[in-house]
């Protein structure tokens, strides 16, 4: 349970700096790029996106899975992904034109092409990445990241500002895939993985076989609407609902990211050392929800200041879908722990399932609605998250074993939590007129009153997460504010 908490103190140190480089990014190129140049890039990223899918075939991630990892095996890593991956980036990139002119865009051709040369960069440092994440290395990974991100963010505004428009994407995602294979060759310089070797070739294909169809269908989905949106409308309109997705999943990066990367490696430990995998999945929903359930209506509350400041009044025609779809994403919290939980008890074969039924649904409801506009498109999400939930409780509950009950009884103090920190924010709308256009400074006020509601709410449920930080404050008691907060009575509430 320590190295899971110092996972996740690293993870959140790592999306707390990440997050700030990309308000930085996005608030700077939003500004530099109009609508349009930012709607091509996304329909290159969805393209893009698509092609990386199927390196999830062959991923490097089964290497966490062993028991025992020698060098054949992470040979066997990266030879898989290289023979997967290569002809997949020569055929794109023979066929970027023709992409290019499907979009009635021919600068596309050159984004594809950049970006191509970018996710081969990528696979170098794959292997390394999954050793790191096998030896819960999440300090490493967390500088490593950083690193990335800031010279990705440098890369991308110093392009826009020198006038490559959407090309300032793609070549910072060249600088970026760079900068990871280089820092991590220099962390851990294993030059002996490029010898080719197939050793372990089934154990890659085998683990990649299902889990590479769920990355599929998963990237598939996520591309979707930039690839409908550039098709059937213009690349305006693909920037506005794109960068509407950016803001809303501002918390999802901040708190179910960093709790991915850290829960497979942590099941995985826990299923191979005869753990309690059923409190570890209810703990971590309880931990989920008291995060991210505020953060979410907190934005709903806060869409048009947080858009102005973000993005800048170019981009306020997209508080409305903002609003729509932080409230649909309530939702979300158990989607992003089906993976982790079902691969790591080797049931790979109904995370499959899970995707072949929620994925079709809900691609057939967004096609549905782009067809009545962006709007449409935002409100559609509050069929298909809720679906995906009910799919991913169903097939977890199948394997764990949880009553529902139990689910309701680690997530109601989240719930509660969450009232009390919305409370103030909504206090602060009231008085200004039942405006929810509120000043810079009655914006900060709110997100004041929020944190402390969330302490108060915290600290009324006794929720699992008040006896976290008061394991923090007692460890970093020669603080003033942690010997306060060391005072109040720490008492550990199991999930039900």
């Excluded at 679906?387 to 509950?397: D, E």
Aim: charged share 10%; glycine share 10%.
């Amino acid at each position: 349970m320590a190295g899971v908490r110092r996972a996740l103190l690293f993870n959140a140190c790592e999306r707390y700096v990440g997050l700030a480089i990309n308000f930085g990014t996005v608030s700077v190129t939003s500004r530099l790029l109009t609508p349009g140049e930012v709607g091509l890039s996304v329909i290159g990223l969805g393209i893009m996106t698509l092609a990386l899918a199927l390196r999830e075939f062959v991923s490097p991630d089964f290497l966490i899975q062993r028991t025992a990892v020698s060098r054949p095996d992470v040979r066997t890593a990266f030879t898989v992904l290289l023979l997967l991956y290569g002809p997949v980036a020569v055929g794109l990139a023979v066929l970027a034109p023709r992409l290019a002119g499907f979009y009635g865009e021919p600068g596309l051709a050159g984004y594809i092409r950049v970006v191509v040369a970018a996710g081969l960069l990528e696979t170098l440092s794959s292997p390394i990445l999954a050793l790191l994440r096998r030896d819960m290395a999440f300090g490493v990974i967390a500088a490593l990241n950083t690193a990335v991100a800031a010279a990705g963010a440098a890369a991308t505004v110093g392009l826009a500002a020198l006038g490559f428009g959407f090309m300032s994407f793609a070549w910072a995602w060249l600088a970026a895939a760079a900068t990871t294979s280089a820092l991590a060759l220099w962390y851990r310089p294993h030059w002996w993985m490029f010898v080719p070797s197939l050793a372990s070739w089934r154990s890659a294909v085998g683990f990649g076989g299902c889990n590479g169809a769920v990355a599929a269908l998963g990237r598939f989905y996520e591309a979707l609407p930039q690839l409908v949106l550039g098709r059937i409308l213009s690349a305006d309109v693909v920037a506005f609902y794109n960068r509407a997705g950016m803001v809303v999943t501002l918390p999802d990066r901040l708190v179910l990211s960093g709790v991915f990367s850290v829960a497979f490696p942590a099941f995985a430990a826990a299923v191979r050392q005869g753990g309690d995998v059923k409190r570890a999945y209810l703990l971590a929903l309880s931990h989920i929800t008291v995060f991210h359930w505020p953060a979410l209506l907190l934005l709903g509350v806060l869409a048009h200041p947080a858009v102005l400041i973000l993005m800048g009044p170019q981009w306020a025609g997209i508080v409305p879908l903002v609003r729509i779809m932080s409230a649909a994403c309530l939702f979300w919290f158990p989607v992003i722990l089906t993976q982790p939980v079902l691969v790591a008890l080797g049931a790979q074969r109904d995370n499959l399932v899970a995707k072949l039924v929620a994925i079709p649904v809900c691609a057939a409801v967004l096609c549905a609605a782009s067809l009545q506009g962006l709007e449409a498109m935002a409100l559609s999400q509050a069929i298909t998250i809720p679906f995906q939930m009910a799919v991913a409780l169903v097939a977890v509950r199948r394997h764990v074993g949880f009553a529902w009950s139990e689910v309701a009884g680690a997530v109601w103090r989240s719930a509660v939590v969450t009232a009390l920190s919305l409370s103030g924010p909504l206090a602060v709308v009231v008085l200004h007129g039942f405006d929810l256009r509120l000043p810079i400074p009655g914006a900060l006020l709110a997100v004041v009153l929020a944190a402390l509601g969330w302490i108060a709410g915290l600290r009324l449920t006794r929720h699992p997460v008040f006896a976290e930080l008061l394991l923090l404050a007692a460890r970093g008691g020669r603080s003033g504010m942690g010997r306060r907060l060391a005072r109040f009575p720490a008492r550990r509430v199991p999930a039900r």
